[in-house]
């Protein structure tokens, strides 16, 4: 589990950059190409995705236990980034229900580790 919370920090940052990279171009793509802004953003965002997943190598499903699958977890890593910083909190936020369904069955002991 910690490797998965090492490997969204990279992927947050570089989620956050995105999602203001794209709130730079809107108002410039609404002036100029109002019809086509909407797809235009969307796509932008998914190269920029895919850039930066494959690029700086941030990976989501290698810490899950998926490392053999390089190019789907690159694949599924720049949806997560194109999806914004709500992607990444729906994460923390699966993380945070594994981590206590974890702890159900655990010591109080372990349970300080975790």
Not at 16 to 44: F, G, M, N, Y
Not at 75 to 83: H, R
């Amino acid at each position: 589990m910690d490797k998965l919370i090492e490997a969204i920090g990279p992927v947050l940052i570089a989620s956050i950059a995105l999602q203001q990279l794209l709130e730079l171009l809107d108002p410039v793509l609404d002036a100029l190409l109002r019809k086509q802004k909407k797809w235009i953003l969307s796509a932008v965002a998914l190269i920029v995705g895919l850039i930066l997943s494959f690029g700086l190598g941030l990976r989501l499903l290698a810490p899950l236990g998926f490392a053999q699958y390089t190019v789907l977890d690159g694949i599924v890593t720049a949806l997560f980034l194109t999806g914004g910083t709500k992607a990444v909190n729906d994460l923390l936020k699966w993380v945070g229900y594994m981590k206590e369904g974890a702890k159900r069955g655990m010591s109080e002991e372990e349970k300080r580790q975790v």
